[in-house]
């Protein structure tokens, strides 16, 4: 069965600090990542997703992720965080040869302080 | 707005009411799916439906029935509720093509409240 951890459960920076949030999966197979964020009081949203192709993905708000297959990791990253990224952030991922679910991991909280 | 609109927003009920979540999405999807979202657990998948089909029920209670009528609406109908299933219960859909499944687009939400 498939499984994705997010190895951190709260992360609180500065603004302009550098971010990169921890994702690792396990599947034996081909999968697909998916990125997403909830921001305080609004629904789940897709900031970014690989297929495939290109391992670093570029996504909305200046996010990007790079899917590292022999690590099983999609970690996502933004050079300067702003306060208005504050949100939880979600791992999820699926495989791409069958039918199966989306699997999230448990979110990761991001507090950005001025 | 993502397309998916979810009705109510909040629900507070007793143990021994009957209520229904309703989810529709104007997106043209195909594949509608209930999560339930608690404090510090995971996103937990419910039910999903293809083609108005039920093709997953990750072993929920069946104090939760699921209803689909049309590929764009989804039911969640609740009776007999216990505390412990107060939770963000998500509607999501996306477009299955073939064996693979599409992006998952979410509604906000019904936060409920069991008492």
């Known amino acids: 069965a498939q499984s994705v951890s997010q190895h951190n459960h709260h992360v609180i920076l500065s603004e302009a600090a550098s971010l990169e949030l921890g994702c690792n999966y396990s599947y034996g197979g081909t999968v697909n990542l998916f990125w997403y964020v909830q921001y305080p009081g609004q629904h789940l949203q897709l900031l970014l997703k690989?297929?495939?192709?290109?391992?670093l993905v570029k996504g909305i708000k200046g996010f990007e992720a790079e899917f590292i297959k022999s690590k099983f990791s999609f970690n996502l990253r933004k050079p300067s965080v702003q306060w208005s990224d504050t949100a939880e952030y979600f791992c999820?991922?699926?495989?791409?040869?069958?039918?199966?679910?989306?699997?999230f991991g448990k979110g990761t909280r991001l507090s950005v302080i001025a | 707005e993502t397309g998916v609109t979810q009705t109510p927003r909040h629900l507070v009920m007793g143990m021994t009411n009957k209520k229904s979540l309703k989810c529709e999405q104007h997106?043209?999807?195909?594949?509608m799916y209930w999560y339930k979202q608690s404090a510090k657990k995971p996103l937990e998948l419910m039910f999903v439906y293809n083609f108005k089909e039920q093709t997953e029920n990750n072993s929920v209670p069946s104090r939760f029935s699921p209803e689909c009528p049309n590929s764009s609406h989804l039911f969640l109908h609740l009776h007999t509720l216990q505390p412990e299933d107060s939770a963000l219960y998500l509607c999501?859909?996306?477009?299955?093509?073939?064996?693979?499944?599409?992006?998952?687009?979410f509604g906000p939400g019904t936060r409920l409240l069991v008492l």
């Open positions: 690989y297929f495939s192709g290109d391992p």
């Open positions: 999501a859909s996306s477009q299955v093509s073939g064996l693979a499944e599409g992006t998952q687009y």
């Open positions: 999820a991922v699926t495989s791409n040869s069958g039918n199966t679910p989306l699997v």
């Open positions: 997106l043209g999807h195909n594949a």
